[in-house]
């Protein structure tokens, strides 16, 4: 057995080391958000809310330019891929927990969690096969359908332990008054798992709104706005991560600060997202 | 008052009778499972439509020969092979993963066993909401701030340092543009940290607290009773959660391809530029004019499919073999 004072010593080195890499690591996590902050808040303007971009000569001449059609763009394709997943997330969320002992579960499940796993430019491949050659070209519903690919697993999880949540007897007494089974479901459990099903589908919306590769080649991007309003499906449509991505690796100094605008909005948007999200949460829980 | 019973109000009511019986639930459930198998197909559809899509590229160059060959060259030759990104997805993958496992793991115990109450949810916070920032916005953050930095304080001193002392070692550093390989990872494993934080986090706080007491009872250090009674109890969840942080950073794909300098050779060198097989996939496929470049990008895709479903199901595994509780959640 070693001495107390040497096992002391070593405890207190791993102390130091420990925090040592704590803070070593969290300083450039930090700074990632400083600078998104500060260089970000510069190039939010008015403008930046009701222009549309054009072309790269508008803002090299100085003229006000914004992403208005990126931000519409955005809000488009996720409330499209929520309202296409919606349906099979919850479906699936309440086979998984309304019927525990069904044979499709445990399969359900390994691929629901398959599907989580798998890459999003992935999920956009399949968008572009399922919906942009056959259609011959890109579209917002190309963008919906792949965003929808991101967020059904999550929705089917969430859902799954939003009702997981409600108490069995309270089933029980629906039952118990002569309710069938579905009906249980439907009136009793799912209102009650209210909060739990919102902070599911907001945590899906962050994480869709956030996604820029399966992006590129389903809604493809665009630098105005369409010219009627069907064109927000049936036309290429531009999104903030994607916009931000050609923002960045483009030439032109005016459309880079634009590029730190477009991640400072993104952000907020994802960290709205995710306070509502807990605010739902705890809500829950208290 | 009564209503009459009406032909119309006679068939409600059967109607009604039907679906609040067995009827109802039958058709309930095959809602439901209907609704369910399709998402068992989406997975399903993935793989046969990558595979499909793919396959035009697997018969020209062979599964094997497609896998092997390093040469990918959409102008001229119209050949293609995907090693080039194959090696680049796992090296950079696995050098994130190596470097920051440690670093996750030590700000996971930190939380856990060390931080005062209100630190901990302030870092916990904090962590997670850096695990939420869109990839984009990191690679935006990499192409601004990072690069140049790491030009500016690493690459071009040891260059310069090289040019002078030991010019052989020139051949392997490559060139120090800033875009490549090393910073790719470097990002790579800043943002896989969070994740590998987040459930290693997760799993510590599952272990029960008597655990940790009986530790303290026998006399054990700080330390000691991580070392003997947390870490061996979390284990199998650290293990899995690294294992899914490694899925991450297998698919992480826009970070990557803004910063990686996308070079569709096999990575020789240290700073030099690279690929990984999300990244190639971005930057090809709006340009991809030739059939056969578009089918050999799909089977890319189809390869990347295969990768991350290999490292995802071993989580699974990995969580349910080394679970002190077999597999079932504490």
């Given amino acids: 057995m070693k001495s107390l004072q040497s096992r002391y010593r070593v405890q207190r080195a791993v102390k130091l080391f420990i925090v040592v890499n704590t803070v070593c690591v969290l300083v450039p996590l930090f700074l990632i958000l400083y600078h998104v902050f500060t260089n970000g808040i510069g190039a939010v303007t008015m403008a930046f809310f009701t222009e549309e971009l054009g072309s790269p000569t508008r803002a090299m001449r100085g003229e006000p330019t914004g992403l208005v059609h990126t931000i519409i763009g955005t809000f488009v394709l996720d409330f499209t891929a929520l309202i296409i997943s919606l349906p099979f997330g919850l479906g699936a969320g309440m086979l998984l927990s309304e019927y525990p002992d069904h044979p499709l579960n445990a399969f359900l499940r390994i691929m629901t969690d398959t599907l989580n796993g798998m890459p999003a430019v992935l999920k956009g491949l399949l968008a572009w096969a399922l919906v942009v050659k056959p259609m011959g070209g890109f579209s917002g519903i190309a963008g919906g359908v792949a965003l929808a690919f991101v967020m059904l697993p999550i929705l089917a999880r969430s859902t799954e332990s939003a009702l997981m949540n409600i108490p069995w007897s309270i089933r029980e007494a629906g039952l118990a008054i002569g309710l069938p089974r579905w009906r249980v479901v439907l009136s009793v459990v799912m209102p009650a798992s209210k909060s739990g099903l919102v902070t599911g589908g907001l945590i899906a919306f962050a994480r869709a709104a956030g996604e820029a590769a399966p992006l590129l080649f389903t809604s493809f991007g665009n630098n105005y706005l369409p010219n009627r309003w069907t064109g927000w499906f049936f036309g290429p449509v531009d999104s903030l991560p994607q916009r931000l991505y050609s923002l960045a690796i483009s030439p032109y100094k005016a459309w880079h600060e634009m590029g730190w605008a477009a991640g400072l909005v993104l952000i907020v948007l994802v960290m709205l997202s995710f306070a509502v999200a807990k605010f739902f949460a705890r809500e829950r829980t208290s | ?330």
Avoid at chain 2, 104 to 112: H, K
Avoid at chain 2, 115 to 143: E, H, K, T
Avoid at chain 2, 176 to 194: D, H, N, R, V
Avoid at chain 2, 255 to 265: E, F, R, S, Y
């Fill in chain 2, 1 to 330: 008052m009564q209503p009459k019973d009406t032909a119309p109000m006679k068939t409600m009511k059967t109607l009604k009778k039907y679906v609040y019986g067995s009827l109802g639930d039958t058709l309930f459930l095959w809602t439901i499972v209907a609704l369910s198998i399709t998402i068992i197909a989406c997975t399903i559809v993935m793989a046969f439509t990558l595979y499909g899509d793919g396959a035009p590229a697997f018969r020209e160059f062979g599964f094997l020969g497609f896998l092997k060959s390093n040469i990918w060259d959409p102008g001229s030759r119209i050949q293609f092979g995907a090693a080039p990104f194959i090696v680049g997805t796992l090296v950079t993958s696995i050098v994130s993963l190596l470097i920051s496992f440690i670093p996750a793991l030590s700000i996971a115990i930190f939380t856990t066993e060390y931080a005062p109450r209100w630190l901990q949810s302030l870092i916990d916070n904090f962590v997670n909401l850096i695990a939420a920032i869109p990839s984009v916005i990191i690679g935006l953050w990499g192409i601004f701030v990072f690069v140049p930095w790491m030009r500016e304080n690493v690459y071009m001193p040891v260059y310069m340092w090289s040019v002078e002392s030991a010019p052989q070692l020139l051949a392997i550093l490559g060139n120090p543009i800033g875009y490549g390989m090393t910073t790719a990872t470097i990002i790579l494993a800043l943002m896989i940290l969070p994740y590998t934080t987040v459930l290693a986090a997760h799993a510590m706080m599952k272990v029960p607290k008597e655990q940790r007491e009986a530790a303290y009872a026998l006399g054990a250090t700080k330390w000691e009773v991580i070392r003997m009674a947390v870490i061996p109890y979390a284990r199998a969840g650290i293990l899995a959660g690294s294992m899914l942080s490694f899925g991450r950073a297998i698919g992480e794909t826009m970070a990557v391809a803004m910063l990686i300098g996308n070079k569709n050779t096999l990575p020789f060198t240290i700073f030099g530029a690279g690929s990984t097989m999300p990244s190639v996939i971005v930057n090809e496929f709006r340009e991809a004019v030739e059939n056969m470049h578009l089918s050999s990008l799909m089977a890319v895709g189809f390869q990347l499919f295969i990768i991350s479903l290999a490292v995802n199901l071993l989580a699974a595994y990995i969580q349910n073999k080394f679970s002190v509780t077999g597999g079932q959640s504490a």
